[in-house]
């Protein structure tokens, strides 16, 4: 801090601002190769917002087909690859489309190959590319939904630069500097030096394709040797060193391609797995490690070091494409990693006690026998418990923020008179039997009412959903009325028996439950 103090007092007492030396020249951007599935990813991660999960869904609607005016047709090439390959043909459609719609200037003189770079590339596909380049999103907008053409878009720009020139760049590099005193005088008092460095496009280059500049232009002003220059401020700027950033989605398929850890089909998986497990939860964007996945870690690295390791991963990733390769036998790769393995699975099961962590006392009683809740680890993540395990087995989830997330209502339960508890669960709101598990009573925290009599009772006919999240309809009398139906019944009743109709099969067609009369449009 004090050597920066002083460096800003000299500059702010220099009588003069002098550019000593200019530099310039000139430097070209290359365009990225077209897509496989690691960099379409970290694309649409960062460009997008999408997780990996929703990328490879959606890319996988554009590869299957979508009717854009002439039948249904697959957009792009097949999204599981390792491979930058591009066939001829399809270099041939792009150079051509390049050269009517942007001109000659950007097209190389030659076709442009890539080589895959990523480790353990098995290059089965090409890479990922419209299938037909000339097919611009302006032609297909209309026929994709939002997210669909957010990446058949970054998808196809992709691919049509990889095949055009590079951009050039006018680099420009000032050297300024503040001193006080007549130059050679011994009264001089020390110089201060200050770089400035910019550049600014002079050829677009590859980067007509893309609606914002895949690079950052910083052009300065026009300078000469020996000018003076006239100082406006000094802004110190203090950095701080800063520990490396936690991995966002994006970062973490880079991370794994480099290590070559996993393939383009597991990728997605493998971190929607850790999310599912709830090893991990995204904060914003970054993925954030919790206690139950820093416990398996701790107990695998403890006890399977060797199975656990980046290179025995990378290693096996390794033997399995000699397999598919032919190149080796998979008996012998199997079973040097079995035999192994299960004796060293079978020594921990009878060596290593079972881990769980220490419960958290907190000041929240049981709803049920009055006793302290504490908190729990399941392989889910935390919830509250009974501390009178196992003679009362209530739990309540808890939310994201570490607090309860079932409610006292004065509602009651129409099974056993015990009061309803408004719960969070997958399918979100309901209201749960307090005397769960002895009564498990639930029903919605909002009804969905439909305009049809229950025709048994003559109630009032109610969506409903099961344990597992299924919808189903039912009557507003439950219990005292049992009607129920999976599919969903309609107001008109059957103009031929005058039974309920409900909607049938995938059509939705009214069908009734008693004649079986279908309605035909």
Known sequence: QADADRIVEKIRAADKHIVSDIKKGERKRSPSPPFTTSTLQQAAGTSLGYSVKKTMTVAQQLYEGIDVGFGSAGLITYMRTDSTYMSPGAVAEARSYIEQNFGKDYVPDKPIFYKTKSKGAQEAHEAIRPTHPSLSPDK???????????????????????????????????????????????????????????????????????????????????????????????????????????????????????????????????????????????????????EVGMLVNDFLVEHFPNIVDYNFTAKMEEDLDDIAEGVKEWVPVVR??????????????????????????????????????????????????????????????????????????????????????????????????????????????????????????????????????????GCSNYPKCDFASWDKPVKEPCPTCGGMMVEKGKNQIPTCVECGFEVKD
């Open 140 to 290: 297909v907008e209309s026929k994709l939904n939002a997210d669909q053409f957010r990446l058949y878009k970054l998808i196809w720009q992709r691919m049509l630069a990889s095949q055009m020139k590079p951009a050039i760049l006018n680099t420009q590099e000032v050297i300024v500097i503040s001193a006080s005193g007549p130059e050679g005088s011994p009264a001089r008092r020390g110089e201060i030096q200050s770089k400035a460095s910019g550049a600014s496009v002079v050829f677009e280059g590859f980067a007509k394709v893309f609606d914002k500049w895949p690079f950052k232009e910083n052009p300065l002003p026009a300078l000469k040797e020996a000018e003076i220059l006239k100082l406006l401020k000094v802004d110190p700027t203090q950095h701080f060193t800063e520990p490396p950033a936690r991995f966002t989605e994006p970062s973490l398929v880079k991370q794994l391609e480099a290590m070559g850890i996993g393939r383009p089909s597991t990728y997605a998986p493998t971190i929607t797995t850790l999310g599912t497990r709830g090893y991990i939860v995204k904060e914003k964007k970054s993925l954030v490690p919790q």
């Open 336 to 473: 040097d990693f079995y035999e192994p393995f299960i004796k060293q699975v079978e020594m921990k099961e009878e060596s290593v006690e079972k881990q769980t962590p220490k419960d958290e006392a907190t000041d929240k009683k049981c709803d049920l026998c009055g006793k302290p809740m504490v908190i729990k680890t399941g392989r889910f993540g935390k919830f509250l418990a009974c501390s009178g395990f196992p003679e009362c087995r209530y739990t309540m989830p808890l939310d994201d923020n570490g607090e309860a997330v079932s409610q006292k209502t004065d509602k009651i339960c129409p099974l056993c008179g015990a009061p309803l508890l408004r719960k969070t669960g997958r399918f979100g709101e309901f209201y749960g039997c307090s005397a769960y598990p002895k009564c498990k009573y639930i029903e919605n925290s909002e009804k969905s009412e439909l305009d049809v009599k229950c025709p048994k009772c003559g109630g009032k006919v109610i969506s409903r959903r099961t344990k597992r999240g299924k919808v189903f309809y």
